[in-house]
């Protein structure tokens, strides 16, 4: 009986790398409330650079954060700056269609560099498994995998209560004008926002490299969990999006468990509707 | 210090500030006054960079200010208090005053005019830890003005403080707005409390339908005249 815990457990661990890939989509729309399209490729991007460097210099998959952040910051930082700021504060759909395109770009351009086959960050960690009592397996990525959203969300967290610029980013997505007012830029402000979200998109990116295996089209399909975790935990809310993540975790891992493994996103996505129904906000999401 | 000519200014399609020319000078309390529509926020929002004249100039401190951004115009020391008071609500009272303090040149001071502000406004203070949302109507008019005070500004606006507000918490309001003048800042007052704004200002500039239709020292204007301006009879 106590060996059902796995799938709890598991799920727990597994959900906070959900939190961490839904974090950068609910932080873009808290902030300018503007949805990116774009979020699972730059995730998978990420993915392929940490690839490239392993390939080119021998680095753990870790170790490229090294390189894969500032890479990823600079071009979340420029998409904002060239691509996006054009159509700030003109609604939503410019904004989408920017972000639609740069998906397909962003796939094309990896399926013709890296070419269709699967890929992993090939790692230690993901082999091994922690015994726990004797009841049922933990694999370790998944440890390093939770280790790592609780760690992003909680710095996150930080950035946000204590810094000048956390401070300008909530106050722009409160009332932009009167952001202005107290001398914050927003196409500044904006584009930090940008390259701080893309930076948990490529910190997700590379971890969810390490556990599962990777296409130039997976970006579709961790989008969709952005979105799943947003939808459960609820816009604007830092622990909220960890919250949804690991209900998103727990809800696919369990339910998989009971209705059949296959049927493992569905279980999650019957959550994700029953707290749409009941709770349209999000659990923690402000109204 | 602050000096607006010829300004014209067309709002989707229509024109809401007509060849409006004012000054401020140092060491003065300036009124600008005038019904609902009159064109006093638009004015103000002109000046502070939130909109862009059609024609015409506004200079800050000798240099042309009409062609910057807001964000830019603060960093200068113009600061205004927005009409609406404009309040961060998911920042707490503390935070949206640290935000005040967000110009590089504020920051190095921001413990020192913190405690000027709380000292200005106590109820700051007993607040600091609660959220913007969560203050009556005259704590956030006070909040407003100690925010718009952390960017250490020269010159301060403050569009209609009193709106919506008992005349116990205005009488406070306009206290802490005597003690600002009198720390050597600069103040144009916009409202549309005629009485009050008459008596504390040098200068007054009365608008009516985006014109001025009357200006200089209130203590030389008669009753008929204000009315006339104000109302545009």
């Known amino acids: ?287 | 210090m602050l000096e607006v000519k010829n300004l014209n200014l067309y709002y989707g399609g229509f024109q809401a500030l007509m060849d409006i020319t004012l000054r401020v000078e140092r060491d003065q309390i300036v009124s600008i006054l005038g019904s609902n529509g009159a064109g006093k926020s638009t004015l103000l929002k002109a000046i502070s960079g939130l909109l862009k004249p059609s024609s015409g100039s506004i200079h800050y401190d000798g240099g042309r200010i009409d062609h910057l951004d807001p964000h830019e115009i603060v960093r200068l020391g113009l600061a205004l208090v927005p009409e609406g008071r404009k309040i961060f609500s998911s920042l707490t009272v503390l935070e949206n005053l640290l935000i005040g303090s967000y110009v590089p040149k504020a920051r190095r001071t921001k413990d020192e005019q913190l405690e000027n502000v709380f000292e200005l406004f106590p109820r700051l203070r007993e607040r600091k830890e609660q959220l913007g949302s969560t203050l009556s109507g005259g704590e956030q008019q006070m909040l407003a003005i100690g925010r718009a005070l952390m960017s250490q500004p020269r010159l301060i606006v403050f569009d209609e403080i009193s709106l919506g507000l008992s005349p116990v918490i205005v009488q406070h309001l306009y206290q802490a707005v005597d003690r600002i003048k009198k720390k050597g800042m600069v103040v144009v007052l916009v409202e549309q409390d005629v009485k009050r704004s008459l008596k504390t200002a040098d200068c007054a500039y009365i608008l009516q339908e985006g014109k001025i239709r009357l200006k200089g020292n209130p203590r030389d204007f008669t009753e008929e005249e204000v009315k006339k301006a104000y109302f545009g009879l």
Request: proline content about 4%.
């Open chain 1, 1 to 287: 009986m106590l060996a059902s815990l796995e799938p709890l457990i598991n799920g727990i661990l597994l959900g906070g790398l959900y939190a961490v890939i839904g974090i950068g989509l609910s932080m873009i729309f808290g902030i300018m409330r503007q949805v990116n399209l774009a979020h699972g490729e730059l995730m998978i991007l990420a993915s392929y650079l940490s690839l490239v460097f392993i390939q080119l210099l021998g680095l753990h998959p870790l170790l490229t954060f090294l390189f894969v952040l500032p890479a990823i910051f600079i071009l979340g930082y420029l998409i904002q700056t060239f691509l996006f700021n054009r159509v700030l504060e003109k609604g939503m759909e410019p904004y989408l269609m920017i972000s639609f395109g740069l998906s397909i770009i962003l796939q094309n351009a990896m399926l013709l560099l890296f070419t269709p086959d699967a890929r992993t960050l090939q790692t230690s960690l993901a082999i091994k498994s922690i015994n726990v009592f004797n009841l049922f397996y933990v694999p370790v990525i998944y440890l390093v995998d939770f280790v790592g959203g609780f760690l992003v969300l909680g710095l996150l967290h930080l950035i946000m209560k204590k810094t000048y610029l956390g401070w300008a980013i909530r106050a722009a997505s409160d009332n932009l004008t009167a952001a202005k007012l107290m001398g914050i830029n927003p196409k500044k402000v904006y584009a930090l926002a940008m390259g701080i979200a893309v930076i948990t998109a490529a910190i997700s990116g590379v971890l969810v490299g390490m556990t599962f295996t990777f296409y130039p089209h997976s970006g579709t399909q961790y989008l969709i969990i952005a979105f799943g975790v947003v939808i459960i935990g609820g816009l604007g809310s830092l622990p909220g999006t960890f919250l949804g993540g690991l209900i998103l975790g727990v809800s696919q891992l369990v339910g998989g468990r009971i209705i059949g493994p296959g049927l493992q996103l569905l279980s999650g996505y019957i959550i994700l509707l029953i707290v749409l129904t009941i709770r349209p906000q999000g659990l923690l999401g402000r109204k």
